[in-house]
């Protein structure tokens, strides 16, 4: 009953969605009339029969109602209670119910905090965000329907993927999602503005907090994942150019240099073509994300369940927002105005290199994620394309944006003026700790292209502090708020260049077979394996290694990493133990147990030493913050009288 | 199903009526009731894609009572092993739902888990069986091999309850997988000594015993001889291997392995009468010791049922 | 005379970027894409020793052997041919004995695979595309190959 309750709230959702886009389609023409409230109506209502589903799913999941088949299939009952609550979304059916859900959120928000000052523009956006919801509903309820049922019902269920089992991941994917669905709104505001014809300027300032709340939300997730991968798939790597990574990062660059665009066409009406053409496309490259994950056409190392019928599903709906974004466009390009004149010094200017230059790193991103399916369908022969093709294309075009991003914050608008920004001791705060932080690198045996980017990295670090240090030229809390914003969000991507080209430079792994009271060595410091021990956890079997660190004879601690058999998903999984130092992390994973010949268990350790790797969480974090800075600084602005 | 189509009929209208309200004062006022039939029809007919009114929801704590009033004879073993579980997790479990849950785990080659079941078990009680059953468990894990864990546990089950039979066999497979026949037959008869004549494992045993210590190519003295002779026909090395035997046995006759083997070699090169003598030979050495009747009685069923197989 | 001379610093800009970008993607393209080889074609056809090629196929029953001093050994087939890899690294958690693996590395002189990555699937039902593609075209892969038990325990 609670699951066909469950089923029904998604109909009904699918036929406020379809009522939200005709009624507010039909209420454009008059923003305060009974169409147009009729539309918000059904977006808040669309909103709540979702709320209410997720929450009867979430019962279902608690109840352990294996009649239901996706709790069968991501759910057990010896499962921790934190667990069984995250296996809500831990699925392709319930994450695309988390989706939907998200999607109708934005619906809701455009109705009620689209902009005030253009109810016409707002309400077109929310009947464009109806037509998105009932896309996305049409696949939930048709073809990933998270209550559909097993008669008879399943005796037990298999558990979520023990590999999924853990904190950072649970909330990764609900990150990930609300910059991925954020977007959307971004989307709709843009084909809204074109529908109704606005200005470049006027769409710009609407598409701009939507923007930017995506693109931090979409920061946060990229982040958690990567951080996941770093200690769940126990390989050390933190960034792998995988299929699904680049489905994330590609909507990431996208999102970034819309948020600098947005800013460009909001102060200066620059770019507002091109402004509107990135929101679309943002968005679009969030959907094809969504279709490259979960249809498995690619090859990736993160898995999730392939299905040829979702993946048409999602092809078709991805054809859609793509081809009817790219056509509105076409058609109504021109009326968004040509910008306003620019000098080539000017902030604009630098907003437009930032621009090209992240623009590029998708398109190369996406050449070389698409490549082998282009391979693929002309019948050649099955290829792959890993993270040398990214690392020879991708990261040199990154390299260059951050090159030139200190320089933009000095940067005048319109008039520019490279003379002014550019004083002597503005240069020299750039360049000594760029020079520094490059030649230390060299000098400690880096490769010259990783001390490279160690000088970038801290070339963008610095820049980052000469902003923040204008600090007080910044009056009111609003524009404290955005400088700290802006500096922040700079100075992380300059940690996370800082944290890659350690990264990079000093790549130390070594492996040993160890019985208990053996040792090994690495990076210069001793692992002992005291003893292997049996820890099992309420759903899973493991052993757990107790490894003693010392150090020139004294004692750093006890790692202590683990092997676990989950018997419900019949899967192991290895938990590594790091220890977190200011010069980088000891990674230590335990394999698989050996038996000697003489009969003595042993058991496969591998150590790494990886250098600065904090840089990375760092930078993420800061970045992040900033973009939370950035949105508050709008929210201040916003309240302030006058 | 009446209170799902209640409560499914009232959201679906509320929300309908909700939204369109507003149309009701405008001048297409009857617009507000048709779009709201309209809309809960919509929600209605993509509900009923797929939809299972009929089909009442399990909760697990549900599903778990049904399997508890059941009789367990009557479900399947995953129920069995469900049911066992069940009580094991409502903390009401003694060593002997262990020991069951271990069996029903082992059976349905869950040994991973059977033998998880089995440590917790004798952790509450230790007792002879669970240990043979824990050992034996430990054995299938590793594909047939008796592991020094798996050996450890029988001498416990062994030390606990001396008449059990179970691990003097698999310690004596244990000995046999090491090399050592002499110990294995020692432990196979001691096997067989304490069972009944007329007990159905006793047959299977000797059975089982017979066949491993009469394969030559167990045999590891005869393996090394004809290690060193390479580039031999077959019939020489049968001949060369009889010849061994035959000298062995000659210098050391205590050795029922030995006897047991060339009886089977003889057997199959068709020297019945052979065959019989070297039987008769251990008859002779060993029939005394307890056990051995039945033994000898296998291998020469055996050997004649092969022999009666040739002749078909 | 203000607005042309942006208009055309912008266009040379935004030119010059997409051809650095498409030039380095293509020269990179051609460096760094991997090719994929069956057990079939590598016997058929081998690839250059010391190529880097990814091979994947089903893991042989039995054929997995793990060094004392670590790493490991085992075969892959198509059902038609078997290619023995040698992988000095530690198998990934999912790698199992019947199941499908994509591995990617360089054939030695020998005719022996030295892997630098193994690939297994974290799904469960996962058989890497381009594994079952092959499986397909050498009739050894079954659609229906399911024990008929798609939720609890499999084993």
Same mark, same amino acid.
């Given at each position: 009953?609670?699951?066909?309750?469950?089923?029904?709230?998604?109909?009904?959702?699918?036929?406020?969605?379809?009522?939200?886009?005709?009624?507010?389609?039909?209420?454009?023409?008059?923003?305060?009339?009974?169409?147009?409230?009729?539309?918000?109506?059904?977006?808040?209502?669309?909103?709540?029969?979702?709320?209410?589903?997720?929450?009867?799913?979430?019962?279902?999941?608690?109840?352990?109602?294996?009649?239901?088949?996706?709790?069968?299939?991501?759910?057990?009952?010896?499962?921790?209670?934190?667990?069984?609550?995250?296996?809500?979304?831990?699925?392709?059916?319930?994450?695309?119910?988390?989706?939907?859900?998200?999607?109708?959120?934005? $619906?809701?928000?455009?109705?009620?905090?689209?902009?005030?000052?253009?109810? %016409?523009?707002? &309400?077109?956006?929310?009947?464009?965000?109806? *037509?998105?919801?009932?896309?996305?509903?049409?696949?939930?309820?048709?073809?990933?329907?998270?209550?559909?049922?097993?008669?008879?019902?399943?005796?037990?269920?298999?558990?979520?993927?023990?590999?999924?089992?853990?904190?950072?991941?649970?909330?990764?994917?609900?990150?990930?999602?609300?910059?991925?669905?954020?977007?959307?709104?971004?989307?709709?505001?843009?084909?809204?503005?074109?529908?109704?014809?606005?200005?470049?300027?006027?769409?710009?300032?609407?598409?701009?907090?939507?923007?930017?709340?995506?693109?931090?939300?979409?920061?946060?997730?990229?982040?958690?994942?990567?951080?996941?991968?770093?200690?769940?798939?126990?390989?050390?790597?933190? /960034?792998?150019?995988? +299929?699904?990574?680049?489905?994330?990062?590609?909507?990431? @660059?996208?999102?970034?240099? !819309?948020?600098?665009?947005?800013?460009?066409?909001?102060?200066?009406?620059?770019?507002?073509? /091109?402004?509107?053409?990135?929101? !679309?496309?943002?968005? =679009?490259?969030?959907?094809?994300?969504?279709?490259?994950?979960?249809?498995?056409?690619?090859?990736?190392?993160?898995?999730?369940?392939?299905?040829?019928?979702?993946?048409?599903?999602?092809?078709?709906?991805?054809?859609?927002?793509?081809?009817?974004?790219?056509?509105?466009?076409?058609?109504?390009?021109?009326?968004?105005?040509?910008?306003?004149?620019?000098?080539?010094?000017?902030?604009?200017?630098?907003?437009?290199?930032?621009?090209?230059?992240?623009?590029?790193?998708?398109?190369?991103?996406?050449?070389?994620?698409?490549?082998?399916?282009?391979?693929?369908?002309?019948?050649?022969?099955?290829?792959?394309?890993?993270?040398?093709?990214?690392?020879?294309?991708?990261?040199?075009?990154?390299?260059?944006?951050?090159?030139?991003?200190?320089?933009?914050?000095?940067?005048?608008?319109?008039?520019?003026?490279?003379?002014?920004?550019?004083? +002597?001791?503005?240069?020299?705060?750039?360049?000594?700790?760029?020079?520094?932080?490059?030649?230390?690198?060299?000098?400690?045996?880096? +490769?010259?292209?990783?001390?490279?980017?160690?000088?970038?990295?801290?070339?963008?670090?610095?820049?980052?502090?000469?902003?923040?240090?204008?600090?007080?030229?910044?009056?009111?809390?609003?524009?404290?708020?955005?400088?700290?914003?802006?500096?922040?969000?700079?100075?992380?991507?300059?940690?996370?260049?800082?944290?890659?080209?350690?990264?990079?430079?000093?790549?130390?792994?070594?492996?040993?077979?160890?019985?208990?009271?053996?040792?090994?060595?690495?990076?210069?410091?001793?692992? =002992?394996?005291?003893?292997?021990?049996?820890?099992?956890?309420?759903?899973?079997?493991?052993?757990?290694?107790?490894?003693?660190?010392?150090?020139?004879?004294?004692?750093?601690?006890?790692?202590?990493?683990?092997?676990?058999?989950?018997?419900?998903?019949?899967?192991?999984?290895?938990?590594?133990?790091?220890?977190?130092?200011?010069?980088?992390?000891?990674? &230590?994973?335990?394999?698989?147990?050996?038996?000697?010949?003489?009969?003595?268990?042993?058991?496969?350790?591998?150590?790494?030493?990886?250098?600065?790797?904090?840089?990375?969480?760092?930078?993420?974090?800061?970045?992040?913050?900033?973009?939370?800075?950035?949105?508050?600084?709008?929210?201040?602005?916003?309240?302030?009288?006058? | 199903?009446?209170?799902?189509?209640?409560?499914?009929?009232?959201?679906?209208?509320?929300?309908?009526?909700?939204?369109?309200?507003?149309? @009701?004062?405008?001048?297409?006022?009857?617009?507000?009731?048709?779009?709201?039939?309209?809309?809960?029809?919509?929600?209605?007919?993509?509900?009923?894609?797929?939809?299972?009114?009929?089909?009442?929801?399990?909760?697990?704590?549900?599903?778990?009572?049904?399997?508890?009033?059941?009789?367990?004879?009557?479900?399947?073993?995953?129920?069995?092993?469900?049911?066992?579980?069940?009580?094991?997790?409502?903390?009401?479990?003694?060593?002997?739902?262990?020991?069951?849950?271990?069996?029903?785990?082992?059976?349905?080659?869950?040994?991973?888990?059977?033998?998880?079941?089995?440590?917790?078990?004798?952790?509450?009680?230790?007792?002879?069986?669970?240990?043979?059953?824990?050992?034996?468990?430990?054995?299938?894990?590793?594909?047939?091999?008796?592991?020094?864990?798996?050996?450890?546990?029988?001498?416990?089950?062994?030390?606990?309850?001396?008449?059990?039979?179970?691990?003097?066999?698999?310690?004596?497979?244990?000995?046999?997988?090491?090399?050592?026949?002499?110990?294995?037959?020692?432990?196979?008869?001691?096997?067989?000594?304490?069972?009944?004549?007329?007990?159905?494992?006793?047959?299977?045993?000797?059975?089982?015993?017979?066949?491993?210590?009469?394969?030559?190519?167990?045999?590891?003295?005869?393996?090394?001889?004809?290690?060193?002779?390479?580039?031999?026909?077959?019939?020489?090395?049968?001949?060369?291997?009889?010849?061994?035997?035959?000298?062995?046995?000659?210098?050391?006759?205590?050795?029922?392995?030995?006897?047991?083997?060339? %009886?089977?070699?003889?057997?199959?090169?068709?020297?019945?009468?052979?065959?019989?003598?070297?039987?008769?030979?251990?008859?002779?050495?060993?029939? %005394?010791?307890?056990?051995?009747?039945?033994?000898?009685?296998?291998?020469?069923?055996?050997?004649?049922?092969?022999?009666?197989?040739?002749?078909? | 005379?203000?607005?042309?001379?942006?208009?055309?610093?912008?266009?040379?800009?935004?030119?010059?970027?997409?051809?650095?970008?498409?030039?380095?993607?293509?020269?990179?393209?051609?460096?760094?894409?991997?090719?994929?080889?069956?057990?079939?074609?590598?016997?058929?056809?081998?690839?250059?020793?010391?190529?880097?090629?990814?091979?994947?196929?089903?893991?042989?029953? $039995?054929?997995? &052997?793990?060094?004392?001093?670590?790493? *490991?050994?085992?075969?892959?087939?198509?059902?038609?041919?078997?290619?023995?890899?040698?992988?000095?690294?530690? @198998? +990934?958690?999912?790698?199992?004995?019947?199941?499908?693996?994509?591995?990617?590395?360089?054939?030695?002189?020998?005719?022996?695979?030295?892997?630098?990555?193994?690939?297994?699937?974290?799904?469960?039902?996962?058989?890497?595309?381009?594994?079952?593609?092959?499986?397909?075209?050498?009739?050894?892969?079954?659609?229906?190959?399911?024990?008929?038990?798609?939720?609890?325990?499999?084993?």
């Amino acid at each position: 009953m609670i699951a066909e309750l469950g089923r029904f709230l998604i109909a009904l959702a699918l036929a406020l969605s379809a009522a939200q886009m005709l009624f507010a389609w039909a209420g454009a023409r008059d923003p305060g009339g009974a169409f147009a409230r009729a539309g918000a109506r059904a977006a808040h209502a669309a909103l709540a029969a979702l709320v209410v589903a997720f929450a009867l799913l979430t019962v279902l999941f608690l109840q352990s109602d294996f009649s239901v088949a996706y709790v069968a299939a991501n759910s057990h009952v010896d499962k921790p209670l934190f667990y069984m609550i995250t296996g809500v979304w831990g699925g392709h059916e319930g994450s695309m119910l988390l989706w939907c859900l998200l999607l109708t959120a934005v $619906g809701a928000g455009l109705a009620k905090f689209g902009p005030r000052g253009d109810p %016409a523009l707002r &309400v077109r956006a929310v009947s464009v965000q109806g *037509a998105l919801q009932l896309m996305f509903l049409a696949f939930l309820a048709l073809a990933s329907n998270p209550f559909d049922r097993l008669d008879p019902a399943a005796l037990e269920g298999s558990g979520l993927n023990p590999i999924l089992q853990d904190p950072a991941l649970a909330i990764h994917p609900p990150m990930l999602f609300l910059g991925y669905v954020g977007l959307s709104g971004v989307y709709s505001l843009a084909m809204a503005g074109l529908i109704e014809g606005r200005k470049g300027q006027p769409l710009g300032a609407a598409m701009r907090p939507w923007a930017l709340g995506a693109w931090t939300a979409l920061t946060a997730g990229i982040a958690l994942g990567s951080w996941w991968a770093y200690y769940e798939l126990g390989w050390g790597g933190w /960034w792998f150019w995988d +299929p699904v990574e680049n489905a994330s990062f590609m909507p990431w @660059l996208m999102a970034t240099a !819309l948020i600098h665009s947005a800013i460009a066409s909001d102060r200066m009406g620059a770019f507002p073509g /091109w402004t509107t053409l990135l929101a !679309l496309l943002a968005f =679009t490259l969030s959907a094809l994300g969504a279709f490259l994950v979960r249809s498995g056409v690619l090859t990736s190392v993160h898995a999730f369940a392939l299905d040829p019928e979702r993946g048409l599903w999602l092809l078709a709906i991805l054809i859609v927002i793509a081809g009817a974004g790219l056509a509105l466009f076409a058609l109504r390009a021109h009326r968004l105005g040509a910008g306003q004149g620019f000098s080539p010094t000017s902030r604009e200017a630098f907003i437009g290199a930032n621009n090209l230059l992240l623009a590029a790193a998708a398109g190369v991103v996406f050449t070389g994620t698409l490549y082998p399916l282009f391979v693929d369908a002309l019948g050649g022969r099955p290829v792959s394309v890993g993270a040398p093709y990214f690392d020879a294309t991708a990261t040199p075009i990154l390299a260059f944006a951050l090159v030139l991003m200190p320089f933009a914050p000095f940067m005048a608008w319109a008039k520019g003026g490279l003379r002014k920004a550019a004083t +002597p001791l503005r240069a020299a705060g750039l360049i000594l700790p760029a020079a520094i932080a490059g030649l230390t690198a060299l000098a400690l045996g880096a +490769p010259p292209l990783a001390a490279l980017g160690a000088a970038i990295g801290a070339w963008a670090v610095a820049g980052a502090g000469l902003d923040i240090a204008r600090w007080s030229g910044a009056v009111g809390l609003g524009p404290k708020l955005a400088l700290a914003g802006r500096a922040m969000a700079h100075a992380g991507v300059g940690f996370i260049a800082l944290g890659a080209a350690s990264d990079a430079s000093w790549p130390y792994e070594r492996m040993a077979i160890l019985a208990p009271g053996e040792s090994m060595t690495a990076h210069g410091r001793v692992l =002992t394996m005291q003893r292997i021990m049996r820890a099992d956890g309420p759903n899973y079997m493991s052993d757990l290694a107790e490894i003693a660190v010392t150090r020139d004879g004294r004692a750093q601690g006890v790692l202590r990493p683990e092997r676990r058999y989950y018997p419900a998903a019949d899967q192991t999984t290895r938990e590594v133990a790091i220890r977190t130092g200011l010069a980088g992390d000891l990674y &230590v994973a335990l394999g698989e147990p050996r038996q000697r010949d003489d009969g003595a268990f042993a058991f496969e350790v591998r150590a790494a030493f990886n250098p600065l790797i904090w840089m990375l969480g760092f930078g993420a974090a800061l970045v992040t913050l900033g973009g939370l800075a950035a949105l508050s600084a709008r929210g201040v602005e916003r309240r302030r009288p006058g | 199903m009446i209170a799902l189509g209640v409560l499914a009929a009232i959201a679906a209208f509320v929300a309908a009526f909700l939204v369109t309200w507003p149309l @009701l004062g405008g001048k297409r006022r009857w617009l507000a009731p048709a779009a709201a039939v309209f809309a809960a029809g919509l929600a209605f007919a993509v509900y009923a894609i797929g939809a299972r009114p009929d089909l009442p929801g399990l909760p697990y704590d549900r599903a778990s009572a049904q399997r508890a009033e059941a009789d367990p004879m009557a479900l399947t073993r995953g129920e069995r092993i469900l049911r066992l579980q069940d009580m094991i997790r409502a903390g009401g479990a003694d060593a002997q739902a262990f020991n069951l849950l271990g069996r029903e785990l082992a059976r349905a080659g869950r040994d991973l888990e059977a033998v998880s079941a089995f440590e917790q078990a004798l952790h509450l009680s230790p007792d002879a069986r669970i240990y043979s059953d824990f050992a034996q468990t430990l054995i299938n894990l590793n594909e047939g091999r008796v592991t020094a864990e798996a050996r450890s546990a029988f001498e416990e089950a062994a030390r606990l309850d001396p008449s059990l039979p179970e691990p003097s066999f698999f310690l004596g497979l244990g000995a046999y997988q090491d090399g050592d026949r002499d110990e294995a037959a020692r432990l196979w008869l001691l096997t067989l000594a304490g069972l009944a004549a007329d007990d159905p494992f006793s047959a299977v045993i000797a059975g089982r015993a017979a066949d491993l210590l009469s394969r030559p190519q167990a045999d590891p003295a005869l393996v090394a001889e004809l290690a060193d002779s390479p580039d031999m026909t077959p019939d020489q090395r049968i001949a060369l291997m009889v010849e061994g035997l035959e000298r062995r046995l000659s210098f050391a006759p205590d050795d029922l392995s030995g006897w047991l083997t060339l %009886a089977r070699v003889k057997a199959a090169l068709g020297d019945d009468a052979a065959a019989r003598a070297a039987l008769g030979e251990a008859r002779v050495r060993f029939g %005394a010791e307890p056990g051995a009747q039945a033994l000898l009685a296998a291998a020469e069923g055996a050997l004649l049922d092969e022999e009666a197989d040739e002749e078909r | 005379m203000r607005k042309r001379n942006q208009r055309l610093w912008m266009i040379g800009g935004a030119g010059l970027v997409l051809i650095a970008a498409v030039a380095l993607s293509l020269v990179a393209l051609r460096d760094a894409v991997v090719f994929f080889y069956s057990p079939s074609e590598v016997a058929a056809n081998p690839p250059a020793a010391g190529e880097r090629v990814r091979v994947g196929g089903l893991v042989v029953d $039995g054929s997995v &052997v793990r060094v004392g001093e670590g790493g *490991a050994r085992f075969s892959v087939t198509d059902g038609a041919a078997d290619i023995h890899i040698v992988y000095d690294g530690t @198998l +990934p958690d999912l790698f199992r004995e019947g199941q499908g693996v994509v591995a990617e590395g360089a054939f030695g002189d020998d005719g022996v695979f030295g892997a630098y990555t193994v690939l297994a699937r974290h799904d469960e039902n996962y058989m890497p595309p381009e594994v079952a593609a092959a499986l397909r075209a050498t009739g050894h892969w079954r659609e229906d190959d399911d024990d008929g038990q798609p939720y609890g325990n499999r084993r």
